[in-house]
């Protein structure tokens, strides 16, 4: 199975702050990589998709890089709506893995 | 727009089969390009992928579940169904199921969620 391995596990940040979050793949994964946001009692949703495409209709502010074993998503301008869990997870191969998520809370 | 929508028991007893339903619409789950996959959070922890199901049945499912775990579908329904046998409290965990969509020649993502539906297993 691949491991997704995800850092730091929760952050604080503020309104306009720039926020990076990394994810590390155990084996290489090209670009199979996948960003999902999760607020509290929802599912979550997908941001980003092949490391470093937008998902239709997510917000500029979000972004994506990497490729291999080691990946980043970076909100450019931390939005008061940001707050949330987000997730990497690899679309490689099955078994499907997420990492272990980023809480993003308010400072 | 197309939705997913979880149903089944919320209460399961210990060493019993845990039956859970997805009901797609707003779109035929046969159309091509999409497998349908049950993912599961228990309160509080990350997600677990559980398996997957294409429209012609064939599926994969997460070694650490494999020997437990039986999915379905039924396209005259627009539905796909998860079965876990032999629960115990461990298996207690909000369950979604999820469209897994091909956005980009390969490239998979889960696009549509429903809402989940909790399960706890206790007597």
């Known amino acids: 199975d691949i491991q997704m391995t995800q850092s730091p596990s929760s952050l604080s940040a503020s309104v306009g702050d720039r926020v990076t979050i990394t994810c590390r793949a155990s084996?290489?994964?090209?670009?199979?990589l996948n960003w999902y946001q999760q607020k509290p009692g929802k599912a979550p949703s997908v941001l980003i998709y092949?490391?470093?495409s937008l998902q239709s209709g997510v917000p500029s502010r979000f972004s994506g890089s990497g490729s291999g074993t080691d990946f980043t998503l970076t909100i450019s301008s931390l939005q008061p709506e940001d707050f949330a869990t987000y997730y990497c997870?690899?679309?490689?191969?099955?078994?499907?893995?997420f990492g272990g998520g980023t809480k993003v809370e308010i400072k | 727009q197309v939705q997913l929508q979880e149903s089944g028991p919320g209460l399961v007893k210990p060493s019993q089969t845990l039956s859970l339903t997805c009901t797609v619409s707003?779109?035929?789950?046969?159309?091509?390009?999409?497998?349908y996959s049950w993912i599961r959070q228990p309160a509080g922890k990350g997600l677990e992928w559980i398996g997957r199901?294409?429209?012609?049945?064939?599926?994969n499912y997460n070694p650490s579940l494999k020997s437990r775990v039986t999915m379905s579908v039924d396209t005259s329904k627009n539905q796909i169904s998860l079965r876990l046998s032999s629960v115990t409290a461990a298996d207690t965990a909000v369950y979604y199921c999820?469209?897994?969509?091909?956005?980009?020649?390969?490239?998979?993502?889960?696009?549509?969620w429903g809402q989940g539906t909790l399960v706890t297993v206790s007597s």
């Open positions: 999820a469209r897994y969509y091909d956005i980009l020649a390969g490239y998979y993502n889960f696009d549509y």
């Open positions: 084996q290489s994964i090209n670009k199979y």
């Open positions: 707003g779109g035929s789950i046969s159309s091509g390009s999409s497998y």
């Open positions: 199901i294409y429209t012609s049945g064939s599926t």
């Open positions: 997870q690899q679309s490689h191969s099955a078994p499907l893995t």
């Open positions: 092949a490391a470093s």
